[in-house]
């Protein structure tokens, strides 16, 4: 009966063990391949990277360009000389000039509202005589 059944299926007997759920045959250079392919992948990554950084590198001397041309500066320069301003204000003196403190920081004197008051403002009026009493 096995040999009827091998015949009547040609080939396909190693497909049907794997359609009946035996151990499929494992590839012996699949390993070998799904390291190339992600090699493949990496480089391919690499690629792209330096694609993009070379596009970055051709468009920041082409924005350097109208900087120059018009007298525009960049951020960071701007940054670094308005430290350096305020460096060269506070190099002569002996303190630092003081820096703006926040408002309810502690500096002025305020008044504490109790949790009581503060439940108090949002009752509807009656209610409010009658706990101030």
Known sequence: MDFVMKQALGGATKDMGKMLGGDEEKDPDAEKKEEERLEALRQAEEERAGKYAKMEAEREVMRQGI?????????????????????????????????????????EDEEEESILDTVLKYLPGPLQDMFKK
């Open 67 to 107: 900087r120059d041309k018009y007298g525009i500066k960049k951020k960071e320069e701007k940054e670094a000389e308005a430290m350096a301003a305020m460096e060269a204000q506070a190099e002569g003196s002996l303190t630092r000039p003081k820096k703006a403190i926040p408002a309810g920081c502690g500096d």
